[in-house]
Nanobody
Framework: QVQLVESGGGLVQAGGSLRLSCAAS????????MGWYRQAPGKQRDLVAT???????NYADPVKARFTISRDNAKKTVFLQLNSLKPEDTAVYYC??????????????WGQGTQVTVSL
C-alpha cells in the first residue's frame, strides 16, 4: 500500500518561511500530478498548488508569488516552500499524489496533514 508522510509544519511569525515535504512510499510505478491543499478550522479544504509530472505548476491566487511547489521524482517527494507567511495561511496542509500502477487505473492518495500556524 502507498503512504504519504508529510513533514515541515510548525509555528512561525508573520513574514517567516517554512518548507513542507511529502514523501511517498510503496510499490509505485510512477506519479502523475502532485499537490498541496489546506484546511483552516471550520472551512473546506482548498487547493494551494499543484505540479504535473512534467513540472507545470498551478497556484491558488492567495499564495501566488509567495509559495513555490516543486518535486523530486526519484525520491517520490513533493515540496512546498512557504514564504512571506500571513496569519491567514494558518491551516492544516495536506499533500496528495496521483499514483500510477503498472496495471490498472491511477489512484489518488492523501497525506495525514501537517499543521502550519502563523502568529502576528
Amino acid at each position: 500500500q502507498v503512504q504519504l508522510v508529510e513533514s515541515g509544519g510548525g509555528l512561525v511569525q508573520a513574514g517567516g518561511s517554512l518548507r513542507l515535504s511529502c514523501a511517498a512510499s510503496g510499490s509505485i510505478f510512477s506519479i502523475n500530478a502532485m499537490g498541496w491543499y489546506r484546511q483552516a478550522p471550520g472551512k473546506q479544504r482548498d487547493l494551494v498548488a499543484t505540479i504535473s509530472a512534467g513540472g507545470s505548476t498551478n497556484y491558488a491566487d492567495p499564495v501566488k508569488a509567495r509559495f513555490t511547489i516543486s518535486r523530486d521524482n526519484a525520491k517520490k517527494t513533493v515540496f512546498l516552500q512557504l514564504n512571506s507567511l500571513k496569519p491567514e495561511d494558518t491551516a492544516v496542509y495536506y499533500c496528495n499524489m496521483d499514483v500510477v500502477w503498472r496495471f490498472g487505473p491511477p489512484s489518488t492518495f492523501w497525506g495525514q496533514g501537517t499543521q502550519v500556524t502563523v502568529s502576528l
